[in-house]
């Protein structure tokens, strides 16, 4: 057992280090950057537009309120949804290990990717909605696969690579699914959860042991009970996943974001310090940071958008599947709610976990120096620097109690993305490979809760970046068609153009279906 885990941290490692530092990172913000120069600085400068149509919206019945339609999911769910399986682990462990492995510096290169990674997400929701097309039980079904064969594939002597592409992308969202979505995020879980509420009778009890790592009854049982709960909301399908996610994520992130809110306001005098350790150590090789000696530039950018995007999943193309089940009519009305997507989970989420452990004094500005070796961890004891009164320390309950939530939900939300993958690679045979697929899906959750921290958060990120690069491949050949189909709706719905026939979707029977639904619902 001991060498096959070597054997695969080795042959990982290998391919990790290619996909993200010779490829990955700077196709990632070229990406961003080509998305947001072609569309104008659309984040910016309709940033009053976007705002109004996702977070203003809310109470909107036509955003909020369900759909009569089993075969789709309302907006507001939609987002919800795509958050559940964006706001997760990443959002608290992921930065932490950011901080840790990059410097405060890395956090700034988690803004860098996220302000890019909001046009990267928008063109991805655009395009999954233009492409969308009915399955075999009359439910949308939409993604980086579908863009990839009939947009790319459309292009003259394109058919086969874009198929081909379609594929490796398929694949590899499948492979990601058990790493980022599942494994990952369930070994947090295990490893906070039973580091908080330890229970000696429980955690003394070793199983098997190797190099120091002991699996223990505790971890086994928490692991079987994740299996139970998952396995039960994942039988209801996309309909109870939405339901339940539109009822946790509002809650469960305004709790965390006001939870951090109290640790940096408690920590006032050190938010200047803060700010100043993130941009000044963003730009430099910070070789005397003692607690990361030899950090190079390149590590600093690395680890800030690898951790940037395992968080907020822009350019992955894995958002794209559940958007897509959205019961919008028109594409960009979905790529907004995709720019709010990064901008909530990043730019809100992540910098709060980023300031909570730079004010608190968990890390060392100066030295590097951290109270802990675990990137788990260190939120827990962030939280401890103002929520622990004796004996009970509150913030680690939180904090175990939170990413319970983050992770578990981020769990649900890539089952559906994996499901989906796999019922582009299976076809006619869909129905039946779906449903062996979750069982295996299921299953894989007691793997992540008896790995290794450093094994299961290194094959996410190799997951991650393998299925990244054939969905930007297949954003940049269709950066024209983002263009064309931003300025129609910018024309009709911004600039109010009368006479300018809308842009809704690749398939024509689609395209007049849609557009005769708006004239009939004056949907705006």
Known sequence: MNSF???????????????????GVWLLIATGILMTVLTKGFQITHLRHWMKKTIGSMFDNKVKGHTDDKASISQFQALCTALAATVGVGNIAGV?????????????????????????????????????????????????????????????????????????????????????????????????FTSAFNIPSLSEKVLYSSNGNDITLYMLLVGVILMVVVGFVIIGGLQRIASFAERIIPFMVVAYVIGSLIIIFGNVTAIGHAFAAIFSMAFTRQAAWGGAAGITFKTV??????????????????????????????????????????FADTIVVCTMTALTILTSGVIDLNTGVSVTDSDSTLVAEAFNTIFKFGKFEFGRYFIALAILLFAFTTILGWS??????????????????????????VLMILSGALMTSSIAWDISDTFNGMMMLPNLIGVISLSPLVMKLTKNYVDRRIKNKENVKPMLSHFPEIEEENAKKILETGED
């Open 96 to 192: 932490a290990a950011a901080i840790m492995s990059g410097g405060p510096g890395a956090v700034f290169w988690m803004w860098v990717a996220a302000f890019f990674g909001m046009m990267t997400n928008y063109s991805e929701n655009i395009l999954g909605i233009y492409f969308r097309r009915k399955n075999h039980n009359d439910e949308w079904s939409g993604g980086a696969m579908y863009y990839l064969e009939d947009g790319l594939g459309g292009y003259k002597n394109m058919k086969g690579i874009g198929k081909v592409l379609a594929v490796i992308f398929a694949i590899c969202a499948m492979l990601a699914s058990f790493g980022i979505g599942n494994m990952g995020q369930v070994n947090k879980i295990v490893i906070n």
């Open 416 to 441: 559906h993305y994996g499901a989906k993958a796999v019922e582009y690679l299976a076809g006619s045979k869909a129905p039946v490979v779906t449903k062996v697929y979750k069982v295996i899906y």
């Open 5 to 23: 885990f070597d054997n695969l941290a080795k042959y990982n490692d290998v391919i990790n280090s290619f996909v993200w530092t010779k490829v």
């Open 301 to 342: 950018v690395t680890m800030g958008c690898k951790r940037g995007v395992f968080s907020n999943e822009a350019g992955l193309g894995s958002s794209v599947m559940v958007h897509s089940n959205s019961n919008v009519l028109e594409p960009v009305k979905q790529g907004l709610w995709g720019i709010f997507e990064v």
